[in-house]
C-alpha cells in the first residue's frame, strides 16, 4: 500500500498542481524567454520544478513515520534544493554562488546520514573510505545535480531522464528487497510521468533549476539510501547509478572538458551538449528526446544486470557491453564533441 501511495499521490498531485504551477509563473514573471542558448521560440513558463517537487517532499515526510528520521532528512535537503533552484530561476545566481549553497545542503544531508562509506568490489575485498567518505559523497552529488541541471535543456528530456533512472532504480531496489529505494524511487516516478504531460515537446512549462536540482539531488541521495549492506543499493556501490546515468554524466564530463579548454567557468551555459548536438543534426527536439531515453534505457538494463549479477563472468560480459556502448556513442558523437 505504501508503494501505491508513492507513486499516486506524486502523480496525482503533481498533475493538478502543473496548470497552477503555470498561472503562477506568469504572474510572477517567472517566465524563459527566447534566447541564443535555448531551443524555443516562444516564452514559456518555467519554475515547473515546483510542481513535482511539493509532492515528492511531502512523500519523504510521510516516509519519515515509515523509515524513520532520515527520510525527514532528506525532506530537509529536498526542500532547500528546491529553494535554491526557485531562486536561481528568479534572479539567476552566479555559479560560484549555486555551488556554494550545492556544497552547504549536501554537507548537511552528508552529517544526517546520506554518505558513502564503502566502495564493495565483487572481484575482491570491499574499499572501506574512512576520511575519503566525505569528499566522495559531496562529489557524487554535485556530479549528479548538475548533470540533470545541465541536460535540462530540451522539451522533456531530464525529465524523462529521471523517470527511466528511478524506474531502473526502483527494479534494483525490488531485488534487493530496499523499502526504502523502492519507496523514493516510485515518487520519482510518478511524479515525473505527470509532469511530462506538460514538459514534453511541445513544452507548456519548463522546470527550470528548480527542478532539475531536486531531481538530480534526489537520484544521488536514493542510489546511495537503505540501511545495512543495501546501504550503497548494489554489490558495488555507485556502478550501478553511474551507468544508469551515463547519458547525462557523459555530457557533463564533455562540458567540463569543452569550458576548461576554452578558459571558461565549468558551470557557465552553452549550447553545445550532446542534446543541442542531435538537434542541430537535424533531428527534431521529439525525436532527440527519444533517442535520449533510448540510450538511457540501455544504460540501465545494463545496469539492472550488474544489480543481481554475482558470476564473474557475466560481469565481465557486462563491463564488455557497456564499453563498447561507451565507445560507440563516443564515435558518434566525437566530431561535434571536439568542436
Not at 36 to 64: A, D, E, M, T
Not at 89 to 101: E, V
Not at 210 to 239: D, R, V
Amino acid at each position: 500500500m505504501k508503494y501505491l501511495i508513492s507513486i499516486l499521490f506524486t502523480f496525482i498531485i503533481t498533475y493538478i498542481l502543473v496548470p497552477l504551477n503555470i498561472k503562477l509563473s506568469n504572474r510572477i514573471n517567472l517566465i524563459d524567454q527566447p534566447h541564443q542558448r535555448g531551443l524555443h521560440k516562444n516564452p514559456i513558463p518555467v519554475g515547473g520544478g515546483l510542481s513535482f517537487g511539493i509532492p515528492i517532499i511531502i512523500i519523504q515526510i510521510l516516509g519519515y513515520f515509515l523509515f524513520g528520521t532520515q527520510m525527514l532528512y532528506l525532506a530537509i535537503g529536498s526542500f532547500l534544493i528546491l529553494l535554491l533552484g526557485f531562486l536561481d530561476d528568479k534572479t539567476n545566481f552566479t555559479a560560484n554562488y549555486k555551488l556554494l549553497f550545492q556544497i552547504f545542503i549536501v554537507s548537511l544531508i552528508y552529517f544526517w546520514g546520506f554518505k558513502i562509506e564503502l566502495l564493495t568490489n565483487p572481484f575482491g575485498e570491499a574499499l572501506k573510505l574512512g576520511i575519503l567518505s566525505y569528499p566522495i559523497t559531496v562529489l557524487w552529488f554535485l556530479i549528479v545535480v548538475n548533470a540533470f541541471n545541465l541536460i535540462d535543456g530540451l522539451d522533456g528530456l531530464a525529465s524523462g531522464i529521471a523517470l527511466i533512472s528511478a524506474s531502473v532504480l526502483f527494479a534494483v531496489g525490488f531485488v534487493k528487497s530496499n523499502e526504502i529505494i523502492m519507496f523514493l524511487s516510485l515518487s520519482i516516478i510518478g511524479a515525473n510521468a505527470a509532469f511530462l504531460r506538460y514538459n514534453f515537446f511541445p513544452a507548456k512549462i519548463f522546470m527550470g533549476d528548480t527542478g532539475s536540482l531536486l531531481l538530480g539531488f534526489n537520484i544521488a541521495a536514493i542510489s546511495i539510501a537503505g540501511e545495512g549492506e543495501f546501504k550503497g543499493i548494489t554489490s558495488m556501490t555507485l556502478l550501478v547509478p553511474i551507468i544508469i546515468l551515463a547519458f547525462p554524466l557523459m555530457d557533463i564530463f564533455f562540458a567540463i572538458i569543452r569550458r576548461m579548454k576554452m578558459k571558461k567557468h565549468i558551470f557557465q551555459a552553452d549550447k553545445e551538449h550532446i542534446h543541442h548536438k542531435l538537434y542541430d543534426m537535424g533531428i527534431s527536439q521529439k525525436n532527440v528526446a527519444l533517442v535520449s531515453y533510448f540510450i538511457t534505457l540501455l544504460f540501465g538494463l545494463i545496469a539492472f544486470g550488474f544489480s543481481f549479477s554475482s558470476q564473474k563472468s557475466l560481469l565481465i560480459v557486462l563491463l564488455f557491453l557497456l564499453l563498447i556502448l561507451l565507445i560507440v556513442i563516443y564515435k558518434i558523437f566525437k566530431k561535434e564533441l571536439r568542436k
